[in-house]
């Protein structure tokens, strides 16, 4: 279920500018009820979330985001299928929705520096 909020959020914070939220949510429902139906439909043992962690990553990447695999090692050693996306960007027109303060480049019109 986290997985399944997490992609909500992650759509809906790149695309809300363009539309109302209600339309854009009614829009994206059914993709994100299948990648849940999807997710649970094969369901992976602890420590080896392979799939689903993949299944993460190809949505923060086609989001805009950059990613990181594999991140983390368990108790045992063994290395981890956590993902990190990181949203660096606030400038390109598939990103509008910026989460830090931005303030003009000086010498540069229309490009934002973050604050």
Known sequence: MRIFATLGLLTL??????QDAATYIARQTPALVETYKDLHAHPELSHHEERTSTILAKGLREAGYTVAEHVGVYPDGSHAFGVVGIFKDCRS?????????????PGTPGVKRLA
């Open 13 to 18: 914070a790149t695309a809300l500018h363009a």
């Open 93 to 105: 027109s598939r990103k509008p929705v910026c989460p830090m303060p931005a303030a003009s480049s």
